[in-house]
């Protein structure tokens, strides 16, 4: 499950796809030699696309939404790794493609005069825009001085998964979240005890303000 913060799917899908597959060809080629990396590439691009065939049907939001399972269940299937690897492979891939959201999100709190209080509102207008929908359900429970926290009870993601036969590879997209974690760490500090992908019926995302000193 995606955090509520720096999510880009607002944007059109062609160029984040685009963008999936030459960051996802530039990680390969780093891992194999060229022939093996062109190999697993073609076949990482054909399972995306047949995949995402297969959801267009449905709105844009969930198109859009699904591109993040797609995207895992494509480098499953085109090579043989341990999930520890895969893992390690998808959380390189989306650092990259994170760096230019996650480096303004810091400048963001690390100018703002009060970072806790700006990293709440900008989350609670992330929220509203993208999960507080029928495809997330996602309601804010916490808003205090020191803790923030909103549950989602229903995910896309989950789903997607589900659908596809491989409910093993759902706990391994939600470790996608403590990259954007990492970002607001001088600030803010996430926990997140439950997930849907882990059995739960909601998924609990919970920040609490660091202390300044």
Same mark, same amino acid.
């Given at each position: 499950?995606?955090?509520?913060?720096?999510?880009?799917?607002?944007?059109?899908?062609?160029?984040?796809?685009?963008?999936?597959?030459?960051?996802?060809?530039?990680?390969?080629?780093?891992?194999?030699?060229?022939?093996?990396?062109?190999?697993?590439?073609?076949?990482?691009? %054909? @399972?995306? /696309?047949? *995949?995402?065939?297969?959801?267009?049907?449905?709105?844009? =939001? +969930?198109?859009?939404? #699904? !591109?993040?399972?797609?995207?895992?269940?494509?480098?499953?299937?085109?090579?043989?790794?341990?999930?520890?690897? %895969? @893992?390690? /492979?998808? *959380?390189?891939?989306?650092?990259?493609?994170?760096?230019? =959201? +996650?480096?303004?999100? #810091? !400048?963001?709190?690390?100018?703002?005069?009060?970072?806790?209080?700006?990293?709440?509102?900008?989350?609670?207008?992330?929220?509203?825009?993208?999960?507080?929908?029928?495809?997330?359900?996602?309601?804010?429970?916490?808003?205090?001085?020191?803790?923030?926290?909103?549950?989602?009870?229903?995910?896309?993601?989950?789903?997607?998964?589900?659908?596809?036969?491989?409910?093993?590879?759902?706990?391994?997209?939600?470790?996608?979240?403590?990259?954007?974690?990492?970002?607001?760490?001088?600030?803010?500090?996430?926990?997140?005890?439950?997930?849907?992908?882990?059995?739960?019926?909601?998924?609990?995302?919970?920040?609490?303000?660091?202390?300044?000193?």
């Amino acid at each position: 499950m995606d955090s509520a913060y720096g999510d880009s799917i607002v944007e059109p899908i062609e160029p984040i796809i685009d963008l999936f597959f030459q960051l996802t060809e530039a990680q390969l080629k780093k891992q194999y030699p060229l022939p093996e990396a062109e190999r697993i590439n073609t076949s990482f691009q %054909l @399972v995306f /696309q047949r *995949l995402l065939a297969k959801y267009s049907d449905n709105s844009n =939001i +969930l198109k859009n939404d #699904a !591109i993040n399972p797609i995207f895992l269940i494509a480098l499953h299937e085109s090579q043989q790794l341990t999930h520890d690897e %895969l @893992v390690e /492979q998808m *959380l390189a891939i989306y650092r990259e493609m994170l760096t230019e =959201i +996650l480096l303004s999100q #810091a !400048i963001m709190l690390s100018t703002s005069e009060d970072p806790w209080r700006t990293f709440v509102e900008t989350t609670k207008a992330t929220n509203k825009e993208l999960y507080e929908n029928d495809f997330f359900r996602c309601k804010t429970v916490i808003d205090q001085e020191q803790e923030f926290g909103f549950d989602i009870h229903r995910c896309v993601y989950f789903e997607v998964f589900k659908e596809e036969g491989c409910l093993e590879l759902a706990p391994l997209l939600c470790q996608y979240d403590f990259i954007l974690a990492e970002s607001i760490s001088d600030w803010v500090e996430f926990q997140r005890d439950e997930t849907i992908a882990e059995g739960f019926n909601r998924c609990t995302f919970r920040y609490f303000k660091k202390s300044s000193g």
